[in-house]
């Protein structure tokens, strides 16, 4: 699949993902330079790209869907995706005889349908639109849920489901987002009914992008299935999978987006949830010393965490984080090579705190608080000592170990 949590995965895991009785193993040096090189490996080329899509092609007989890819084991299509935003702009790229044009419009739709939906970390967003496309006549929320049930296994809350009508009328993104996808509202809202947009409709009379549309929710259900059903919890969110800042704002229901503004930890009192973004290994050399938070964790169990800079004991948001009332989930990347996404690591509950100071950019030192927290499930030991463990930084001039 070239994607990059696979290979860490099977990396940590070691011998118990091969089956039989074979074994492998590595020396802790071996370990990190190779999760330095998937690090570094960059499997956005053309070429790569190319090279898996025409060998698909020869081997279907026919111009492959992106599902293909998944259902042969081929190379991830999220690659494509982030290569070139739509799969059609990738086609016509590669391929230029794979299919008619799609005009910007349809590819922009495209686009804001292959970001919210193809990772498949939510099901609600195509559920709804399971319903809406088939028909004409108004939807109402208790038959979203019931199809939720019946489908997918599982009646949705109300909150997830008001949560996914908001991004799909195009009220989640920034305005900026909103104008890359052209500023498309797929529903039309009354009350407890909803119903496709006269936009939305007008789109769905193509029968180049109502193909690739579907392609794209089967791309998401796809990853649903296989990812992010077993072990969902009530936001929606699996332990140890892994998300960005925009994932986790839009499984808790926030309003808008607050990616652009979510440094660290942000409290949002009226879901009553907390959000902590952590990078464990930090580029102390190139960053601000304000922003060289000092988190680590004690044990599997145990996180010790810096708030942010010019914070005391009685802050607004330190007595909110202290607050029981006031869930706190823990996200952790091992560094910055990994990207914008980090492994859920479930619920953490506060424990203590001490004041303390740390060092400033303008010079001096200001106020913060140190605070311990207990994770509700203790980390499983090959992440924990994945995370843990200094990222290896590659030098050509070392022979392999």
């Known amino acids: 699949s070239y994607r990059k949590d696979t ?27 190779i999760f330095a090189a998937i690090d570094s490996a960059s499997f956005k080329k053309r070429t790569l790209l190319k090279e898996a899509y025409d060998s698909l092609k020869r081997r279907v007989g026919r111009v492959p869907k992106m599902v293909d890819f ?23 790229i590669v391929d230029p005889d794979s299919g008619p044009p799609l005009g910007e419009e349809y590819q922009r739709s495209l686009s804001f349908f292959s970001v919210v939906v193809a990772r498949g970390i939510r099901i609600q967003e195509i559920a709804i639109l399971e319903r809406v496309m088939v028909t004409t006549d108004p939807v109402s929320l208790e038959d979203i849920a019931q199809h939720c049930k019946k489908a997918y296994g599982f009646v949705p809350s109300q909150r997830s489901v008001q949560s996914a009508l908001n991004i799909l009328d195009n009220g989640f993104f920034k305005r900026a987002m909103r104008s890359k996808f052209s500023n498309i509202s797929y529903l039309h809202r009354d009350g407890t009914m909803i119903r496709s947009s006269d936009e939305f409709r ?31 919890d009530e936001d929606d969110l699996v332990l140890y999978q892994k998300y960005s800042r925009r994932d986790a704002c839009m499984l808790l229901g926030w309003e808008n987006s607050c990616e652009g503004t979510m440094y660290g930890y942000q409290v949002n009192r009226t879901l009553k949830v907390c959000p902590i973004f952590v990078t464990y290994h930090k580029d102390s050399e190139r960053i601000e010393p304000q922003n060289d938070y000092r988190d680590r964790f004690l044990t599997p169990s145990q996180l010790i965490w810096e708030s942010k800079p010019k914070r005391r004991m009685t802050s607004k948001d ?35 705190n001490a004041p303390s100071t740390k060092e400033y950019k303008k010079g001096g030192r200001v106020p913060i608080v140190m605070m311990r927290f207990s994770l509700s499930a203790p980390l499983p030991e090959d992440l924990y000592h994945y995370l843990i463990e200094e990222p290896e930084v590659l030098d050509e001039t070392i022979e392999p170990a």
């Open 70 to 92: 998944l259902a042969l084991g081929a190379m991830s299509p999220l690659h494509f995706l982030s290569y070139a935003q739509t799969y059609p702009h990738f086609k016509a």
């Open 318 to 352: 330190i007595v909110s984080i202290r607050d029981s009332s006031i869930r706190k989930l823990l996200f952790v990347k091992k560094s910055d090579a990994e990207g914008d996404q980090h492994y859920y690591l479930g619920e953490i509950v506060f424990e203590k």
């Open 202 to 232: 007008h789109l769905l009379e193509d029968p180049h992008y109502r193909e690739e549309l579907a392609d794209v929710l089967n791309v998401g259900r796809y990853h649903y299935r296989s990812e992010f059903y077993e072990g969902r």
């Open 7 to 33: 290979l860490r995965k099977l990396l940590r895991r070691g011998s118990t993902a091969i089956a039989g009785p074979s074994t492998i193993s590595f020396d802790p040096i071996a370990r990190q330079r």
